[in-house]
Nanobody, 120 residues
Framework: QVQLVESGGGLVQAGGSLRLSCAAS????????MGWYRQAPGKQRELVAT???????NYAASVKGRFTISRDNAKNTVYLQMNSLKPEDTAAYYC??????????????WGQGTQVTVSS
């Protein structure tokens, strides 16, 4: 089992910045990829960014160049630095951790979500 706790959401004006953090606990040695997803009201949850244990990153086209995902394996924490925020970035942001074991296969774990609201 993996537990994820997010922090860092809030209200910011367009053009501003926020930094989200997600701390993992539990069976952390089994975590491979970690990432951030977001869900706006009335929309499906969508990928924002992912990062592998080795540091390879992947971004949604809509955030590339503005958001940066990073990971501190020693602290079991993943971060999302969000710059040049736009009103369309308003959503609940969820941390994700993916684990693998030969016994259970691939499993996804989710945090409780943190709200990001960008005012125009």
């Amino acid at each position: 089992q993996v537990q994820l706790v997010e922090s860092g959401g809030g209200l910011v004006q367009a053009g501003g910045s926020l930094r989200l953090s997600c701390a993992a606990s539990g069976s952390i040695s089994s975590i491979n990829d970690m990432g951030w997803y977001r869900q706006a009201p009335g929309k499906q949850r969508e990928l924002v960014a992912t990062i592998t244990r080795g540091g390879t990153t992947n971004y949604a086209a809509s955030v590339k160049g503005r958001f940066t995902i990073s990971r501190d394996n020693a602290k079991n924490t993943v971060y999302l630095q969000m710059n040049s925020l736009k009103p369309e970035d308003t959503a609940a942001y969820y941390c994700n951790a993916q684990t693998f074991s030969f016994a259970t296969g691939v499993r996804d774990y989710w945090g409780q979500g943190t709200q990001v609201t960008v005012s125009s």
